[in-house]
């Protein structure tokens, strides 16, 4: 799991956690959080502390294990300058897919990038246009490997119950009716659930937020989960 202390990668990391087929989570990443010291303290959750993002040498081993990677690692363009952007959003996960079919080509291996609606080359916006080349160039690689590649084009990602307030809830209510709206948690067990469906979806698929609520709803069905 990347990004697993934002508000996006709580949720996955929350999903992860829960599924007790998942036999082991790694986080990588730069600081800690609630969840993560839980996840530690309990066990089921390996803290990878890591500062390049670029450079997975050191992690050859781990990464030679996993076989699902949950990419919430990202920030807002607003503001942003466009290069640290860019390297951010294409640069990091290109490096990291790089590094992981070095260390592992043997399927099923499924990559999960969060990449939001709105993304794609032919936008006009500048950060929509990085996203997009950044789901291409992975799904490339992936090609003729084990991995299957997937951008998870989602909107309104509510965080999880410990992090949200009345503001939050009162939000969900109003972009429910347009498939506007997936709790983290969701997002998680969605990509859980694609993960386990080895035959289903190719490499490169897209999955827009209402794809993410079915598949969702699919693994809370099978699970007996809410």
């Known amino acids: 799991v990347f990004g697993a ?8 990391l929350k999903a992860a956690m829960r599924e007790e087929e998942v036999e082991k989570v790694y986080a990588v990443t730069r600081r800690m959080s609630p969840r993560l010291e839980e996840g530690q303290a309990s066990g089921r959750v390996e803290v990878i502390m890591h500062e390049d993002f670029t450079d997975y040498a050191q992690l050859s081993d ?3 294990e996993v076989n699902t990677v949950m990419w919430g690692l990202g920030t807002t363009s607003i503001g942003m300058d466009p290069e640290l952007y860019r390297h951010i959003h294409v640069d990091f996960p290109i490096a990291f897919v790089t590094q992981w079919l070095a260390a592992r080509t043997d399927g099923p291996m499924a990559f999960h ?11 006009d916006a500048q950060w929509a246009r990085d996203k997009g080349y950044a789901e291409r160039r992975v799904a490339e690689m ?3 490997t084990g991995l299957r590649a997937f951008a998870h084009r ?4 509510r965080p999880t119950s410990e992090n949200a307030h009345v503001g939050t809830y009162l939000g969900e209510q109003l972009l429910k009716p347009g498939y506007l709206v997936i709790r983290g948690i969701d997002l998680g067990r ?3 659930e694609i993960s386990a469906r080895t035959g ?6 897209l999955i827009d937020n209402r794809d993410a609520i079915e598949y969702a709803a699919a693994y809370r069905a099978y699970k007996g989960q809410f």
């Open 5 to 12: 202390t934002g508000s996006v990668g709580d949720g996955l």
């Open 62 to 64: 781990k990464l030679a």
């Open 113 to 123: 990038n969060v990449t939001g609606m709105g993304t794609g080359e032919e936008e």
């Open 142 to 144: 992936a090609r003729g």
């Open 154 to 157: 989602s909107a309104w990602i």
């Open 190 to 192: 969605a990509m859980l």
């Open 200 to 205: 289903e979806l190719p490499n490169g698929a």
